[in-house]
């Protein structure tokens, strides 16, 4: 009698978890979510299984995923076992034509087919694309350039192929979520002078979102998301929280360019964008479905 009311409690669980999770699916049904995949969940193997099932899932309740992902631990391993040296200036790598060359492989070859294998032994239907598919990203050389010590005059640092989004054609998506497929996409797009380009991942994902005014935009980290200075989470920022947590130093570092673009992704028309820590186990599905969430949630 123990070892049922056991199981009972144990189904009772599932049912409430269930019954909590149906007022978001109902909310949610027939939006657009873009996530943007990397870091530690696309390397450890259990956690990459579970996020094919959780993006299935997501498409088997109504909402319709988009998948952007990264991949640069892995285009490092490659390059050093083809023995391609990595230029560096100014701390930032250079891409050189035999360096995305190895990107365009890695990324749009191995990874974002091992994504879309993932989603479809998971039960989904994935396809792999590239920004070069159907013309869906445009891009253009990254130029940036740094303040020489000293004076007030700024050098022009060139980072070869290195791109960033220029233009956007969503219409290759938007058949595709028609047909009920799940794009998944690598960073790797071709420039009006015929060159291929490696864009920021993170970056590619924002654009995307707000070309296809996504419900919500989903930015998968190594951190649980924005911390304060106690190292406690904010669950929920506004442009103006977070002009004042980069004013205060609350904001630095390698959160600077996620909280950027995310705040890009709202400005171009998406509802909210979340960051969020990949590590945990069904983290997506904590924040969709929840009430409490699991990441920081920026909101227009």
């Known amino acids: 009698m123990q070892t049922i009311n056991q199981d009972q409690k144990r189904l009772q669980k599932k049912a409430a978890t269930l019954v909590e999770a149906l007022p978001y699916m109902k909310k949610y049904s027939g939006e657009v979510f873009v996530?943007?995949?990397?870091?530690n969940a696309m390397i450890d193997q259990d956690l990459s299984a579970q996020f094919a099932e959780d993006i299935t899932l997501l498409k088997q309740v109504g909402i319709n995923p988009v998948v952007i992902?990264?991949?640069?631990?892995?285009?490092?391993?490659?390059?050093?076992?083809?023995?391609?040296?990595?230029?560096?200036?100014?701390?930032?790598?250079?891409?050189?034509?035999?360096?995305?060359?190895?990107?365009?492989?890695?990324?749009?070859g191995s990874i974002c087919k091992s994504i879309v294998a993932d989603i479809n032994k998971a039960g989904g239907r994935a396809i792999g694309l590239s920004g070069k598919d159907g013309s869906l990203v445009k891009a253009k050389k990254k130029h940036i350039s740094k303040a020489t010590p000293g004076s007030d005059i700024e050098k022009?640092?060139?980072?070869?192929?290195?791109?960033?989004?220029?233009?956007?054609?969503?219409r290759i998506l938007t058949e595709c979520i028609?047909?009920?497929?799940?794009?998944?996409?690598?960073?790797?797009?071709?420039?009006?002078?015929?060159q291929t380009y490696n864009i920021n991942a993170d970056t590619m994902a924002g654009a995307i979102a707000g070309a296809l005014k996504a419900r919500r935009?989903?930015?998968?980290?190594?951190?649980?998301?924005?911390?304060?200075?106690?190292?406690?989470?904010?669950?929920?920022?506004?442009?103006?929280?977070?002009?004042?947590?980069k004013a205060n130093g609350t904001i630095i570092g390698g959160m600077l360019p996620k909280v950027d673009t995310c705040l890009s992704a709202i400005d171009q028309g998406v509802n909210g964008a979340v960051i969020l820590d990949g590590r945990v186990k069904h983290a997506i599905?904590?924040?969709?479905?929840?009430?409490?969430g699991s990441g920081t949630l920026l909101r227009p």
């Not at 022009?156 to 969503?170: C, K, N, Q, R, Y």
């Not at 794009?183 to 071709?190: G, L, R, T």
């Not at 599905?285 to 409490?292: A, K, M, P, Q, V």
């Open 69 to 108: 992902h990264g991949g640069g631990p892995q285009i490092g391993s490659m390059l050093e076992r083809l023995s391609i040296e990595s230029e560096f200036v100014d701390g930032l790598r250079v891409t050189s034509k035999a360096t995305v060359d190895v990107a365009e492989m890695v990324l749009s």
């Open 178 to 194: 028609s047909a009920g497929i799940i794009p998944v996409i690598s960073p790797i797009a071709i420039g009006e002078d015929g």
């Open 35 to 39: 996530i943007k995949y990397g870091g």
């Open 285 to 292: 599905l904590l924040e969709i479905f929840t009430g409490s």
């Open 156 to 170: 022009a640092i060139d980072l070869g192929f290195v791109g960033e989004p220029d233009s956007i054609d969503t």
């Open 217 to 245: 935009f989903f930015l998968l980290t190594d951190v649980q998301g924005v911390l304060d200075k106690a190292m406690n989470l904010l669950t929920e920022l506004t442009p103006n929280d977070v002009k004042a947590l």
